[in-house]
Structure formats: structure tokens, C-alpha cells
T-cell receptor
Framework: SQTIHQWPATLVQPVGSPLSLECTVE??????LYWYRQAAGRGLQLLFY??????ISSEVPQNLSASRPQDRQFILSSKKLLLSDSGFYLC?????????????FGSGTQLSVL | AQKITQTQPGMFVQEKEAVTLDCTYD???????LFWYKQPSSGEMIFLIY??????QNATEGRYSLNFQKARKSANLVISASQLGDSAMYFC????????????FGSGTRLQVQP
């Protein structure tokens, strides 16, 4: 069966420090991969998606970047964190593409930038 | 304009009762998909149910059913026989088509099931 791993679960970082969040998927090949962010008490906002290795699309301009060095690995990064980067980050995968694609989410990373 | 509107920030329901969580959406696309996700306190998002805009019948998945009223642009989630484990945040989401990747989420409804 497919599983998705995301780490770390929580992270407290000072403003201006770098960030690296990692997500890996097991049990499937060539998944579509997504990074979402959830502000406190809000719904999710799509940050990046990837349909293949080194194929990254950004949905919103921001301080973050994403990379996909391997088929089932998706990394969210920042060179210098801002206070506004605080939030709950969720990685997700899907396989079918198109309108019907269901997304399966990881357990999330709670990022606090202080 | 909001693409997905969930007007109930919080809902209470007695155990074993049914509950309806409201969702209205806004799109000019003819082809789109509607999703409901559950987010327990652990944080993960759990897929519950999907309804396509061209599906003629309301979707059902176990105790979950989707009351899809296309003309009114509403996609309400009905949970039958509520259980204590149903206490969570519930999010309605939409993917417009064709070729769009993003799932647009509503702000969610917090459901609390009381014994």
C-alpha cells in the first residue's frame, strides 16, 4: 500500500534561517506531488506541485521554493525564513491527474518562525 | 469572490444522530470536482468523498453522502449515525477543470460529536 512520510512534525526556526522540509512517498511510482500550507484556522493553499522529476510549478509567489530530486521525494525550502512563513505545511500525492484526482496527505509539519 | 464557502464555523451533533455540513461553491466551469476532507486533531487530511459535476447520482461512501444540488451550487456533506471519532475539522474543496491542479479549499467546519 502507498504511504507518505513527512518530517519533521514540528519545527521552530528564527527569522532569516534556512528551511528544508522533506516528503517521500512509498508504494507508487511517478506520483503527482504537492505542497500545501494551512494558516491557523483556515483552509489549505496550494504552494507547489510536481508531475515529475525536476518539474515544479508554483501557484503563488512567495519566499519558498520546491525541488523534486527523485521520483518520490519532494522538498520544500527557503533560504531565509520570514515571520509570515509560519504555518502548517502538508505534502500530498495523487496519481490520476485530472479533475477526479484524490490527494492523500502526509501528517504535516507545524512551522513556527520566531 | 470565495470559490468555496463553508458558513458553519462549528457544529454540534449528538452521537448516533445525522449531521449536515454545508458547502457552496462558485465556478463558471462546466466540468469540476468536489471533495470533502476530514482533518482530526492530529493534522492529517483524510479524503472522504468525491462528486463530479457530471455525476447524476449523489456520491456515497459508507456513512458519508454528498447532497449535490448543481443548480444551487451546493455540495453538502451528510454524516449519518455520528460517532465520537467523527469530531474533527471538515473541509470542502473544489478542483475546476480542465487542466487545473489546485484543489481550492473552504475555511472548514469544526464538528463536535457529543455523547
Amino acid at each position: 500500500s502507498q504511504t507518505i512520510h513527512q518530517w519533521p512534525a514540528t519545527l521552530v526556526q528564527p527569522v532569516g534561517s534556512p528551511l528544508s522540509l522533506e516528503c517521500t512517498v512509498e508504494g507508487t511510482s511517478n506520483p503527482n506531488l504537492y505542497w500545501y500550507r494551512q494558516a491557523a484556522g483556515r483552509g489549505l493553499q496550494l504552494l507547489f506541485y510536481s508531475i515529475g522529476i525536476d518539474q515544479i510549478s508554483s501557484e503563488v509567489p512567495q519566499n519558498l521554493s520546491a525541488s523534486r530530486p527523485q521520483d518520490r521525494q519532494f522538498i520544500l525550502s527557503s533560504k531565509k525564513l520570514l515571520l509570515s512563513d509560519s504555518g502548517f505545511y502538508l505534502c500530498a500525492w495523487g496519481t490520476t491527474g485530472g479533475i477526479k484526482e484524490k490527494l492523500f496527505f502526509g501528517s504535516g509539519t507545524q512551522l513556527s518562525v520566531l | 469572490a470565495q470559490k468555496i464557502t463553508q458558513t458553519q464555523p462549528g457544529m454540534f451533533v449528538q452521537e448516533k444522530e445525522a449531521v449536515t455540513l454545508d458547502c457552496t461553491y462558485d465556478t463558471s466551469d462546466q466540468s469540476y470536482g468536489l471533495f470533502w476532507y476530514k482533518q482530526p486533531s492530529s493534522g492529517e487530511m483524510i479524503f472522504l468523498i468525491y462528486q463530479g459535476s457530471y455525476d447524476e447520482q449523489n456520491a456515497t461512501e459508507g456513512r458519508y453522502s454528498l447532497n449535490f444540488q448543481k443548480a444551487r451550487k451546493s455540495a453538502n456533506l451528510v454524516i449519518s449515525a455520528s460517532q465520537l471519532g467523527d469530531s474533527a475539522m471538515y473541509f470542502c474543496a473544489m478542483r475546476e477543470g480542465p487542466g487545473r491542479r489546485a484543489l481550492t479549499f473552504g475555511s472548514g467546519t469544526r464538528l463536535q460529536v457529543q455523547p
